[in-house]
T-cell receptor, first 115, second 112 residues
């Protein structure tokens, strides 16, 4: 069964450092997403991406965050200068179509710890 | 914010049907009801969705009331692996609306 793959599974970084979280979406999917979940809290939408541009983003997704599809298979989330409050589980997801017309498939997540 | 109300927790005996309720009294005509689950901090997993008719797939059944103000997710023969947090999400379907808005869900515990 096709799946969304995320690397690394755990990332520890120092406050102020840049991190890049990587995702390989399902191959025929065209819509890509990042969500995050702070420990004990809800899963929160960060950003959606289609046709090489952001289609929707939340208030959380400020100038410190960026997304990129550098090649035909990877989808990355960069946090430019990490803060303690960025510590969370980050989930990548992909879907064949957008707007809720097809369901999203989620990866297993990257646990980011900012010290 | 989430437009649904779910009980915070439920238990169900292994092998029995698990019935998870969801209230969405302010749902509008173009909004679908989606169900996802999250097993122990893994990524959310899609289960099923529907607009107004009852739906069934290999994982579950979704029963939506005639007035669409509430629904029930049914796991017909619950196993220990169904222990998870279940999210009921109301979502309009249109391009440009990409986000899933998760609430706190129902923590379902399957009892051996």
């Amino acid at each position: 069964e096709p799946e969304v793959t995320q690397t690394p599974s755990h990332q520890v970084t120092q406050m102020g450092q840049e991190v890049i979280l990587r995702c390989v979406p399902i191959s025929n999917h065209l819509y890509f997403y990042w969500y995050r979940q702070i420990l004990g809290q809800k899963v929160e939408f960060l950003v959606s991406f289609y046709n090489n541009e952001i289609s929707e983003k939340s208030e959380i997704f400020d100038d410190q965050f960026s997304v990129e599809r550098p090649d035909g298979s990877n989808f990355t989330l960069k946090i430019r200068s990490t803060k303690l409050e960025d510590s969370a589980m980050y989930f990548c997801a992909s879907s064949e179509r957008g707007g809720g017309l097809s369901s999203e498939f989620f990866g297993s997540g990257t646990q980011l710890s900012v010290l | 914010d989430a437009k649904t109300t779910q009980p915070p927790s439920m238990d169900c005996a292994e092998g029995r049907a698990a019935n998870l309720p969801c209230n969405h009294s302010t749902i509008s005509g173009n909004e679908y009801v989606y169900w996802y689950r999250q097993i122990h901090s893994q990524g959310p997993q899609y289960i099923i969705h529907g607009l107004k008719n009852n739906e069934t797939n290999e994982m579950a059944s979704l029963i939506i009331t005639e007035d669409r103000k509430s629904s029930t997710l049914i796991l017909p023969h619950a196993t220990l692996r169904d222990t998870a947090v279940y999210y009921c999400i109301v979502r309009p379907i249109y391009f440009g609306n990409e986000k899933l808005t998760f609430g706190t869900g129902t923590r379902l515990t399957i009892i051996p």
